[in-house]
Antibody, heavy 115, light 108 residues
């Protein structure tokens, strides 16, 4: 069973950057980032498939966030630039084996954007 | 974007009772691209049902999913203490992937 472990969260000021990592214990075809603001529901953020040729973003992060992957390390990254207070959330990575539900999730990493 | 609206927002029930959760989509969703997740405090969501009605690995058979088109349901036949949690519906057939706002099932 593949396991996912996120890291890189923390407290950052508005306008600054942060990079999250999601390390998988095995190969994953596709990986999503999903976030959850405190006390709120789930919001899909971005997805990367295969060798990184297919990438999609939510409108709320397009142009500010970049998803990438290093298959040699089985790791997916989320580079978050120009962070806003409303980006404060727990960020989860979740596996997608292709037109599939999110069957495996990481434990999440907290990002707090505050001055 | 496909908007998913869950009802009710909160369901107050006793252990042993039946729970019926609803999810309505703003446009038709393929049944093969519809899922339900369970989330407990401080934990990641857990996949319960996919393809609208197929139970995920380790999902007890008291959970059943149904529906098609724009209306989907998740039924818990007899609530166990560990079932009190928040449940989210999701469509994964069309980008952006979207979730409902959640239904909290609480102990009455």
């Amino acid at each position: 069973q593949v396991q996912l472990v996120e890291s890189g969260g923390g407290v950052v000021q508005p306008g600054r950057s942060l990079r999250l990592s999601c390390a998988a214990s095995g190969f994953t075809f596709g990986m999503h980032w999903v976030r959850q603001a405190p006390g709120k529901g789930l919001e899909w953020v971005a997805v990367i498939w295969n060798e990184g040729r297919n990438i999609l973003y939510a409108d709320s992060v397009k142009g500010r966030f970049t998803i990438s992957r290093d298959n040699s390390k089985n790791t997916v990254y989320l580079q978050m630039n120009s962070l806003r207070v409303e980006d404060t959330a727990v960020y989860f990575c979740a596996r997608d084996q292709g037109a599939a539900p999110f069957d495996i999730w990481g434990q999440g990493t907290m990002v707090i954007v505050s001055s | 974007e496909i908007v998913l609206t869950q009802s009710p927002g909160t369901l107050s029930l006793s252990p042993g009772e039946r729970a019926t959760l609803s999810c309505r989509a703003s446009q038709s969703v393929s049944s093969s691209s519809f899922a339900w997740y369970q989330q407990k405090p401080g934990q990641a969501p857990r996949l319960l049902v996919y393809g609208a009605s197929s139970r995920a690995t380790d999902t007890p058979d008291r959970f059943s999913g149904g529906g098609s088109g724009t209306d989907f349901t998740l039924t818990i036949s007899r609530l166990e203490p560990e079932d009190f949690a928040v449940y989210y519906c999701q469509q994964y057939g069309t980008s952006p992937w979207t979730f409902g706002q959640g239904t909290r099932v609480e102990i009455k």
